[in-house]
């Protein structure tokens, strides 16, 4: 396996397009993240169909073909030099099998988002380019720490993150050096069995979820467990899991780290020797810092908890 490429680093003019994959966005929900872009020095360039609604059991931003068409337009000019997701939502899969890389592989640039956008980063590292799994532009109604932006502009910058966190009760200690994938449960979880799915032999797999039932977190854990992925993975990193459940029978429904939600998680894998780190700040919390997907990291977890990029 040839080691994932990292895209160059940006200098002050650069542009970055910025483009809505799946849902769709208000204005108002980007003007605060596309004047940080311009305030770092970085010039914005809106996708075409960034603002479009189009309604089909869902709010999309636009058709499939207009946001195929933004994406490969995003991938492909010479001119932009990285792509930042507006936001998630639903409807990244609708784009797989449609991508085109031709001018990309010549030019390769970070892509920067979340949630959703875990289907875009899967596909970008099965054809061996690493992307940041971050704030989108458009951030949830609990806002988003400085620091998750600023440490994103960081790795634009060619600087890579390292993270000393507090130790969680759920924890497993252990030392594992591989490279990083995964991103959100659910769109692994999606993507099991196909083409399009994470390879999974010797990586540390970091996941992240919000807003499922107790159920359905344990059935998507269940199918990584019956599809052999843990059998595979040198070390497992645990972010966000909120709004679980329901408000009324959640009592830490809004808290970032769902102690019953880890609680699942830890009994459903304690067979396994592979070091755990729970309580990682990314995902869809306010603490939300970026890590990169394909590249080699390092994680120590004991008295101190680390994750060295």
């Not at 636009?62 to 030099?81: F, H, V």
């Not at 532009?137 to 993270?163: A, N, R």
Request: hydrophobic share 35%; aromatic share 12%; net charge neutral.
């Amino acid at each position: 396996m040839n080691t994932p490429i990292f895209p160059a680093s940006l200098k002050k003019g650069d542009k970055i397009a910025v483009i809505s994959p799946a849902g769709s966005v208000e204005e108002s929900q980007l003007q605060n993240g596309l004047n940080l872009i311009r305030t770092r020095g970085y010039e914005p360039v809106l996708g075409k169909n960034l603002y479009t609604k189009f309604s089909k059991g869902y709010n999309y931003a636009g058709t499939e073909k207009e946001r195929i068409s933004d994406m490969n337009w995003a991938l492909n000019d010479p001119e932009i030099s990285a792509i930042w997701a507006s936001r998630g939502g639903y409807g990244c899969q609708h784009l797989m099998g449609h991508l085109k890389l031709s001018d990309f592989r010549k030019n390769p640039k970070w892509y920067i988002g979340y949630s959703d956008n875990t289907v875009i980063q899967s596909y970008l590292l099965k054809n061996n380019f690493a992307s940041i799994h971050a704030q989108t532009i458009k951030t949830s109604g609990f806002g988003v720490t400085p620091e998750g932006y600023d440490l994103t502009f960081d790795i634009l910058k060619g600087k890579f993150p390292k993270y000393s966190i507090q130790s969680n009760s759920f924890n497993k200690s252990g030392t594992a050096d591989g490279e990083l994938v995964g991103g959100n449960l659910a769109l692994i979880y999606a993507l099991l069995g196909t083409k399009y799915s994470f390879d999974f032999k010797d990586k540390i797999l970091f996941i992240e979820d919000i807003g499922e039932k107790f159920y359905a977190l344990d059935r998507m854990i269940m199918s990584l467990e019956l599809a052999g992925v843990f059998r595979k993975i040198k070390g497992l990193i645990v972010g966000g899991m909120t709004l679980m459940k329901d408000e009324k029978e959640n009592m830490n429904y809004e808290e970032s780290f769902d102690e019953f939600s880890y609680q699942l998680i830890a009994e459903r894998i304690s067979k396994y020797d592979f070091p755990v780190i729970f309580g990682f700040p990314n995902g869809h919390i306010y603490d939300n810092r970026p890590i990169i997907i394909g590249a080699e990291i390092s994680m120590k977890v004991g008295e101190k908890v680390e994750v060295k990029f």
